[in-house]
């Protein structure tokens, strides 16, 4: 069955730290892969998300991620973070012949000023 | 370019009460999912459909939860009775088949839900 695991339940930084949440998914077809973030109260925005091509992705507000293949892999980076970053961030797979999206289970990031 | 809408916003009801909650997805798109969203749980897919046709329920916790999609505009997620478990932000997502580029989900600002 297709699953999303996410290594870090919460993880606390101060600003300008670097960043890297993990994700990792079982699929063994083709998958589509996401990263959503949710800001205190308010719903799901899409941060970036890999379809195919150039295993680095960048999204917005200075984030990226690396899908690996043989990792099965899609860990979530930024170089140096800020205290507006503070919120709860999904990894999610699709697959691309369901159509299904399943989320991790959230990392809240809380960031130090 | 109006986003997924969701209603209510918010609702407070008694145990035992019957509880509709309403989307209605992007214009155009073919995929509606409900999830549900708890602190314990985090985010479930509680289940989706395509062209209307709901493709998989397994996520749907029990005969109290049933979910429609009469047409391409609109989709009921109801529980009847609720409990006070049941309380939680309940999100509704529209997207494109998967294999377009533009397959992106994109996310209603949810039904919170609170059952006493």
């Known amino acids: 069955a297709q699953s999303v695991s996410q290594h870090n339940h919460h993880v606390i930084l101060s600003e300008a730290a670097s960043l890297e949440l993990g994700c990792n998914y079982s699929?063994?077809?083709?998958?589509?892969l996401f990263w959503y973030v949710q800001y205190p109260g308010q719903h799901l925005q899409l941060l970036l998300k890999y379809f195919s091509g150039d295993p680095l992705v960048k999204g917005i507000k200075g984030f990226e991620a690396e899908f690996i293949k043989s990792k099965f892999s899609f860990n979530l980076r930024k170089p140096s973070v800020q205290w507006s970053d503070t919120a709860e961030y999904f990894c999610?797979?699709?697959?691309?012949?369901?159509?299904?999206?399943?989320f991790g289970q959230g990392t809240t990031l809380q960031v130090k000023p | 370019d109006a986003g997924v809408i969701q209603s209510p916003r918010h609702e407070v009801t008694e145990m035992g009460q019957e509880v509709t909650l309403r989307c209605k997805p992007i214009s155009g798109h073919d995929y509606l999912f409900w999830y549900r969203q708890t602190m314990m749980r985090g985010l479930e897919l509680l289940i989706y459909f395509n062209n209307n046709v709901p493709i998989d329920d397994s996520g749907m916790p029990e005969d109290r939860f049933s979910a429609k999609m009469p047409n391409a505009s609109f989709s009921t997620l109801k529980i009847q009775p609720s409990e006070p478990r049941d309380s939680a932000v309940y999100f509704c997502a529209s997207s494109f088949v998967p294999e377009t580029s533009g397959n992106t989900i994109y996310f209603g600002e949810g039904s919170w839900l609170t059952v006493v």
């Open positions: 699929y063994g077809g083709t998958v589509n």
């Open positions: 999610a797979v699709r697959s691309g012949n369901t159509g299904k999206l399943i």
